[in-house]
């Protein structure tokens, strides 16, 4: 995946500056995967978009390959993102005064401010009621599919079978926060890791740390 250009200058510097979690090196191997996969000239999927960090790398692929990245994100935050938690993020609280999390205004600006408005289609409401209006159509709607979202088991394990039975034959599911070993986080992601290659649908494609791509290369999930 080195071989792929990478995002660019303004899109980097606006990725750095952004609201969110993913660390440089996966985020350049995300947009190497998007890269990639956007040859497929189909859609890409992001699901979990939060205030935008990952989806400005999406779309810089996608606007190059003349594509869109479709975004599925309630903007309420996750678990981890509530308050009391550790993630929590006071300023992206709603202001008004309900106490909700509110990520949809930081995510437009976060776009707007980076030229990349017109090459993302964002989805706001739950994931799998998302996938059930937007399906309909199989396998071959999207050539990535992202899973990036609730990292409890019910979540990622609904993310997993609502959007990668509509990834393409040829295209890349990237999911984030892959811990093998449950000391270094949750494992929610990793099972649906697995999940994918068990299947016999996938094969393993690339890594950078807690970041894993694989290509589908059959039918099933």
Sequence with gaps: MGSTPGPQEDTLAAFEAARGFMPLAEGLALHAAATEAARL???????????????????????????????VDHHRGSEEQQPGW???????????GDGRMDTLPFFRRTLAA??????????VGRSPQ???ALGGGGGGRYGLVFVDGGHTDE???????????????????????VF????????????????????????EHARCDSLRVLRRT????
């Design 41 to 71: 000239e189909l859609p890409l999927l992001e699901i979990g978009s939060y205030c935008g960090r990952s989806t400005l790398l999406l779309a810089d692929a996608a606007r190059r390959a003349g594509t869109v990245v479709v975004t």
């Design 180 to 203: 093998p070993d449950p000391a270094d986080g949750g494992q929610a992601p990793f099972r649906i890791w697995r999940r994918a290659l068990d299947s016999g649908a996938f094969a």
């Design 114 to 123: 980076a030229g990349l408005e017109d090459h993302v289609v964002a989805v």
């Design 218 to 221: 059959g039918p099933g999930c």
């Design 155 to 177: 979540h990622a394990a609904a993310d997993y079978v609502s959007w990668v039975p509509q990834l393409a034959e040829g295209g890349l599911l990237v999911i984030h926060d």
């Design 86 to 96: 550790e993630y929590h993020d006071p300023e992206l609280v709603a202001p008004d």
């Design 130 to 132: 998302a996938a059930a």
